[in-house]
């Protein structure tokens, strides 16, 4: 049985940062990507990073590019996501996708085609 837990979200002010972080179980992350969402409501879902050991790509949306960092642990089966400089418009609840079939570039395009989710974490950035 797969499990995503997201968790690390809270309040923030502008240019402060959170970590986040997505721990998988059922998964290996060798062998599956974990590709980090966040939806704001009235808005598409908005693919923003994605990390995959396999191929050992990473992904950045652009507009968090110099900002955030993806990483991943194996040993403890975890994929941080450490968001630096927050705007408010990195407001939102962020999610954490698993998928072995497609590579990053791909995946953060493609949610509607996943199938692994975890549970989302609110980020909110104040001004």
């Known amino acids: 049985d797969v499990q995503l837990q997201a968790s690390g979200g809270g309040l923030v002010q502008a240019g402060g940062s959170l970590r986040l972080s997505c721990v998988a179980s059922?998964?290996?992350?060798?062998?599956?990507?974990i590709g980090w969402f966040r939806q704001v409501p009235g808005r598409e879902r908005e693919g923003v990073s994605c990390?995959?050991?396999?191929?050992?790509?990473?992904y950045y949306a652009d507009s968090v590019k110099g900002r955030f960092t993806i990483s991943s642990d194996v040993a403890k089966n975890t994929v941080y996501l450490q968001m630096n400089s927050l705007k408010p418009e990195d407001t939102g609840v962020y999610y954490c996708?698993?998928?072995?079939?497609?590579?990053?570039?791909?995946?953060?395009?493609?949610?509607?085609?996943?199938?692994?989710w975890g549970q989302g974490t609110q980020v909110t950035v104040s001004s």
């Open positions: 059922g998964i290996s992350l060798n062998e599956y990507a």
């Open positions: 996708a698993a998928d072995n079939r497609f590579e990053c570039r791909i995946i953060v395009i493609s949610d509607r085609y996943l199938e692994r």
């Open positions: 990390i995959s050991r396999s191929d050992g790509s990473t």
